[in-house]
């Protein structure tokens, strides 16, 4: 599925770009181009990025924990 449509950024890429390190839209936009036109994909951007990001991952088990 298309992302960005401005840049033509699927999110396979986004998600490439996770697995290579990007660890924010920021790093994903740097990585990919996405999100640097109208902005419109920076919210699907952000809802990848917090599935896919390892180190989200372990903050959001760490919280959990915290709260048990």
Excluded: F
């Amino acid at each position: 599925m298309y992302v960005c449509h401005c840049n033509v950024v699927s999110d396979r890429d986004i998600v490439e770009a996770i697995a290579n390190g990007a660890r924010c839209v920021a790093d994903v936009a740097r990585a990919t181009g996405a999100g640097r036109t109208c902005g419109g994909c920076v919210d699907t951007m952000r809802e990848l990025v917090c599935q896919h990001c390892p180190v989200m991952s372990e903050r959001q088990l760490g919280v959990a924990g915290a709260a048990r």
